[in-house]
T-cell receptor
Framework: KAGVTQTPRYLIKTRGQQVTLSCSPI?????VSWYQQTPGQGLQFLFEYFSETQRNKGNFPGRFSGRQFSNSRSEMNVSTLELGDSALYLC??????????????FGSGTQLSVL | AQSVSQHNHHVILSEAASLELGCNYSYGGTVNLFWYVQYPGQHLQLLLK??????LVKGIKGFEAEFIKSKFSFNLRKPSVQWSDTAEYFCAVSGLSGGSYIPTFGRGTSLIVHP
């Protein structure tokens, strides 16, 4: 089985621009979560989608949004980029029935640099 | 709200030294506890988990962790580290939210093991 795939691997943007990141979960996984990873803050939860519905949301401003498609692929969008948005954005998927988070599978991430 | 505190941000050891990484959490209900590891250039992956039962849990590669409920702690240990244990280690706690368990991660501990 292919793992969680995130594209692109690297992105360089300038302040004020917007960006869309993509995540393809492992086949059969319906839950997709997004995290922001920075050296000072570790991993911070952005949101979780399940069957095209946002099920949970972290404490991020409205500039961060996401969606999930019927094939479970997910995208996250960041509008009006700020320098502080520079981070590694991780996507994770898990199969149905493991809501305790036992089987959380992470992608390699998208490294976003905002100049 | 749940939170996780990792006491050591950077740890440097020589091979064969013993390792203990501290993790404390706060949450008002039943929690699931995890340690994840991120080896250089690799995905985050699950090292070990605690849901219930024996508070001493064993994970991959000789790691173990002990859940001490009275101290709200879940420290990671390994009796003898190897150079290949060089990685970033994240403690995580998940509590029920919106019908699923969302892991909250600590800021991570960077472990460097010198050969």
């Amino acid at each position: 089985k292919a793992g969680v795939t995130q594209t692109p691997r690297y992105l360089i943007k300038t302040r004020g621009q917007q960006v869309t990141l993509s995540c393809s979960p492992i086949s059969g996984h319906r839950s997709v979560s997004w995290y922001q990873q920075t050296p000072g803050q570790g991993l911070q939860f952005l949101f979780e989608y399940f069957s095209e519905t946002q099920r949970n949301k972290g404490n991020f401003p409205g500039r961060f949004s996401g969606r999930q498609f019927s094939n479970s692929r997910s995208e996250m969008n960041v509008s009006t980029l700020e320098l502080g948005d520079s981070a590694l954005y991780l996507c994770a998927s898990r199969p149905t029935g493991t809501e305790g988070g036992e089987k959380l599978f992470f992608g390699s991430g998208t490294q976003l640099s905002v100049l | 709200a749940q939170s996780v505190s990792q006491h050591n941000h950077h740890v440097i050891l020589s091979e064969a030294a013993s390792l203990e990484l501290g993790c404390n959490y706060s949450y008002g209900g039943t929690v699931n506890l995890f340690w994840y590891v991120q080896y250089p250039g690799q995905h985050l992956q699950l090292l070990l988990k605690y849901f219930s039962g024996d508070p001493l849990v064993k994970g991959i590669k000789g790691f173990e962790a002990e859940f001490i409920k009275s101290k709200f702690s879940f420290n990671l240990r390994k009796p003898s580290v190897q150079w290949s244990d060089t990685a970033e280690y994240f403690c995580a706690v998940s509590g029920l939210s919106g019908g699923s368990y969302i892991p909250t991660f600590g800021r991570g501990t960077s472990l460097i093991v010198h050969p």
